[in-house]
């Protein structure tokens, strides 16, 4: 398989005046986590941070230009890999030990890691059988309610566990837009993790089914807009229902 160089690991795309959607288009989607940077007046909000086998800070440049406050929407390999690079990092209360000392089954690394879930491997000297999450102790434990102050953006942390006992979505009431991590996205959701449960995942799409999105942002594949969002819950709804939830 060919080696990508370290300046083409990552893709950005403005979404709009304050998100920016960044990306490592050398994963294969399934694996690929969205990274979401919104600017806000007073500091900057960072959702995810990827795999971190390419330092993400110095390669896209407006991650340095500000304060930043780095969130974790949970604590896979995928979505927390270079947290370590940031001075402020968030996460829900449930997850910070994962943060704090990961480990390869604790952040799904095993079994999910392998040379396959790449098109292109990372810069050498990556090695999938030797890689794991660098520990990035949170600086601010969050709770259900609580609220990410960007000065002129204000979002709500929603706990929506399911996927994984800490798994967040952020809400900004004012424009309607929905950071949604792993909790929904337009793909394949995932309830058979090891920590998840699938009880836990049916309240926390019922509670987002009644938000009236206008932009959800997941965790993976494309932005969608709030209809399909409710395709998407029911959905999920129906089958957990079938399974007897």
């Not at 500000?66 to 940031?86: K, Q, V, W, Y």
């Not at 259900?144 to 994984?164: A, E, F, M, N």
């Not at 993976?220 to 957990?240: M, Q, T, Y």
Request: glycine share 6%; net charge negative.
């Amino acid at each position: 398989m060919k080696v990508a160089t370290a300046d083409g690991w990552y893709r950005t795309a403005r979404v709009d005046d304050a998100i920016t959607h960044i990306w490592e288009p050398h994963i294969k989607p399934f694996y690929r986590c969205n990274i979401w940077h919104v600017r806000g007046r007073e500091r900057d909000m960072l959702v995810d941070s990827g795999m971190g086998v390419v330092s993400l800070r110095k390669a896209v440049q407006q991650l340095a230009e500000r304060p930043i406050l780095a969130i974790a929407s949970h604590t896979h390999f995928d979505h927390i890999g270079a947290h370590h690079e940031f001075e402020d990092r968030a996460v829900h209360r449930d997850e910070a030990a994962i943060l704090a000392d990961p480990d390869r089954p604790s952040t799904l690394t095993d079994p999910y890691v392998s040379d396959d879930i790449f098109t292109a491997l990372p810069p050498d000297p990556y090695c999938s059988a030797e890689y794991g999450v660098t520990a990035a102790p949170a600086t601010r434990l969050l709770g259900d309610g609580d609220i990410i102050d960007l000065g002129d953006r204000h979002y709500t942390v929603l706990h929506v566990p399911g996927h994984s006992p800490g798994s967040i979505a952020l809400w900004d009431s004012d424009d309607q837009v929905l950071f949604a991590g792993d909790a929904v996205y337009d793909g394949p959701l995932i309830s058979d993790c090891y920590h998840s449960d699938l009880e836990d995942y049916v309240a926390s799409m019922e509670r987002l089914l009644a938000l009236p999105a206008r932009v959800v942002h997941g965790g993976h594949f494309p932005s969608f807009d709030g209809r399909r969002l409710k395709v998407l819950i029911r959905r999920f709804l129906d089958e957990a229902a079938a399974d007897g939830y």
